[in-house]
């Protein structure tokens, strides 16, 4: 009997490398799709010599045919940090819309079960709190984040889509902060910038006056999230991050401590329809995948800090 197939798009970024690392320990084949547009070669050096592991190099966004059968197809291929999208807006608009189109098609044609990476940004400014997946979110469409709100919103609609119209096994993860290993140091999302500043001594960014809030969930709880609800015949979006709250300055703190940084933190305009509160409800992963996060931010914040004092030579 022949292994499990997972194709995986984005699988040279940070949570698609994750991923890849996983399947392949749990005995699948893995076919990893990447522009490297914002993913890199590096992520995929712990497996890339696993005769069970196929790179391609290509743009989702554009037509790909895969030979070999398929059972999995997990679309994680976007530009996900703030920086990434507004330096690359059309590339981004472009990835949620041609690359699902492109993704399910693969999927319908394999008869396999299609997982789309979503995100909590489906929620924009949020007027519920915290969020539930049954909340539509404020989501300014033609604002300077739209390209990626909207882009991950209609790829939400095309999944639906694909599901309700041809019967294929969809799945929708919604995806909130996350962290871990193989995170760019210029990666622009708040960890890495406030790890990065301290072990180098800069003073921290703080966007606004500091209260805005951010729900940080360590990458290994994603992926285990993400394997459990590919194993689901649900269809509906399922939240997938951790609950516990903290606001930025006081997050600034807890990292200015762990490195044992004596950088000051420094005041910043808040950008345009950035998010004030960021919470997810997980009451659906944990009743539908009996899941919940396992690793602590002090843990996870501690495997974090030693990655990136690794790569500042800190």
């Not at 921290?204 to 360590?218: E, I, K, N, P, W």
Request: overall charge neutral.
């Amino acid at each position: 009997m022949s292994a499990v197939r997972t194709l995986i798009t984005g699988g040279a970024g940070f949570i698609g490398s994750h991923l890849c690392e996983r399947f392949l320990a749990d005995g699948h084949e893995v076919v990893a799709v990447d522009n490297l547009c914002t993913g890199s070669l590096e992520n995929l050096d712990p497996f890339r010599g696993n005769p069970r592991f196929r790179f391609v190099g290509h743009d989702v966004s554009n037509p790909l045919k895969i030979r070999e059968p398929l059972d999995n197809v997990l679309h994680f291929a976007s530009p996900a940090s703030p920086v990434d999208y507004l330096e690359l807006p059309i590339q981004t608009l472009k990835v949620g819309s041609l690359g699902t189109h492109n993704a399910l098609g693969i999927a319908k044609a394999h008869g396999a079960r299609f997982l789309l990476a979503s995100t909590s940004e489906v929620y924009g400014d949020p007027l519920e709190h915290p969020q539930t997946e049954g909340y539509w979110g404020n989501v300014n469409p033609v604002g300077v984040r739209g390209v990626y709100d909207e882009a991950k919103r209609f790829a939400e609609s095309m999944t639906m889509a694909y599901h309700r119209v041809h019967g294929l096994n969809t799945h929708i993860v919604r995806i909130f902060n996350t962290y871990g290993e193989r995170m760019r140091l210029n990666d622009g999302r708040v960890l890495p910038n406030f790890m990065y500043q301290a072990l180098v001594g800069r003073p921290l960014t703080v966007y606004g006056d500091g209260t805005q809030t951010r729900s940080f969930q360590y990458v290994s709880d994603l992926v285990e999230g993400v394997v459990r609800l590919l194993a689901t015949d649900y269809h509906d979006p399922v939240n997938v991050g951790n609950p516990a709250e903290i606001t930025i300055l006081e997050f600034a703190e807890e990292v200015l401590k762990l490195a044992g940084s004596a950088s000051k933190v420094e005041f910043r305009p808040l950008p345009t329809d950035d998010p004030k509160v960021r919470q997810p409800d997980i009451t659906r992963a944990r009743q539908l995948l009996g899941w919940e996060p396992k690793i602590g931010r002090d843990e996870g914040l501690r495997r974090a800090m030693a990655y990136f004092r690794g790569k500042v030579g800190g």
